[in-house]
């Protein structure tokens, strides 16, 4: 179906890439996530991880123009870095809209242009050859048949969330976020990290009737005490926003430098228990390279035909 979201992982990682034998499972590139709506591409964040989205889209387009939009969360160093190694800005013939909030040191082309400027990178932006459009997400805006919302998520220096709609397909990625800092009862949290969240009622909404959310989930809740304010959320949150919004299918994301496959498997695996045991039909999994998922609601069982 040609309004039906595909989402694919190029780079699941937070902070910093992490590759190497321990991470192979889900993978070592920071941030870059690929929505593809019929022939509609959309790219969120330029992590290391788009260094292979860039080979793939050559690959699949052998030599056709590539036409697509980038949309940015935020230009913390783990969303932009793999830019400059993203070869479809070198092709003449390709087209990019890019999507990002202004800054106060500048819009998001300064701060791309920047990490390529004097001593950082061998060349500078202006040897990317392609068509490169820039654009200040507003809070609604539409590309091709996908309906887009944006929130501003508690992050520091802000965030950018996004929700897709396309037919029946919705898709929210929301990454790089610690959402205990906005519930209205945060002291009431901050003493029993079970304790049910209280939000504003745009911030669920945000998230309610989505197929797919994609969201920061970092930290396990131990690591979590210690890293409050450091902006990402943990299981304990996730499972929250599971139970108020349930979502068809939640996937944990910005998996930690520090969390090797098997911490990540464990903390989709307490996940799972605990939506399990609040009864609620949420499918948990953990965001991993390669990995592509439909944005919509599973289909029924084919239903049993009795045998003669
Ligand atoms: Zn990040
Ligand atoms: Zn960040």
């Not at 048949?145 to 508690?154: D, E, R, S, Y």
């Not at 108020?244 to 430098?257: A, N, R, T, W």
Request: charge should be negative.
């Amino acid at each position: 179906m040609s309004d039906e979201l595909l989402v694919t992982f190029w780079g699941t990682r937070g902070s910093i890439p992490t590759p190497g034998r321990l991470t192979e499972k889900y993978g070592g590139n920071t941030t870059c996530v690929e929505v593809r709506c019929g022939d509609e591409l959309i790219l969120f964040d330029a992590g290391s991880g788009i260094r292979e989205l860039g080979s793939s889209l050559l690959d699949r387009f052998a030599g056709k123009p590539v036409n697509a939009s980038l949309l940015f969360t935020h230009l913390h160093w783990d969303h932009i870095q793999g830019f400059p190694f993203f070869t479809c800005t070198y092709i003449p013939s390709n087209k990019f809209t890019i999507y990002g909030e202004e800054r106060a040191a500048g819009g998001v082309k300064e701060l791309l242009s920047g990490q390529m400027a004097g001593d950082y990178f061998p060349i500078q932006i202006s040897a990317m050859q392609a068509e490169l459009k820039f654009k200040t997400p507003s809070e609604e805006f539409q590309i091709g048949p996908v309906k887009i919302k944006t929130m501003q998520l508690p992050h520091p220096g802000g965030a950018l969330g996004y929700r897709l709609e396309a037919g029946d397909s919705v898709f929210v990625f929301a990454t790089d976020c610690e959402l205990d800092s906005i519930a209205l009862n945060k002291d009431e949290v901050a003493k029993n990290h079970l304790a049910p969240r209280r939000y504003e009622p745009a911030v669920l909404e945000f998230f309610k009737g989505a197929h797919l959310v994609v969201i920061d989930c970092q930290y396990t809740d131990q690591v979590y005490r210690q890293r409050v304010g450091w902006g990402h959320n943990s299981v304990a949150t996730v499972v929250d926003l599971c139970e108020q919004v349930e979502p068809g299918m939640i996937s944990l994301f910005h998996h930690d430098p520090q969390s090797n496959d098997e911490m990540v498997t464990q903390m989709v695996d307490d996940i799972s228990r605990r939506l399990a045991r609040k009864n609620l039909r949420v499918l948990a999994f953990g965001a991993r390279e390669g990995l592509t998922v439909k944005a919509t609601k599973p289909k029924p069982a084919p239903a049993l035909i009795a045998a003669h």
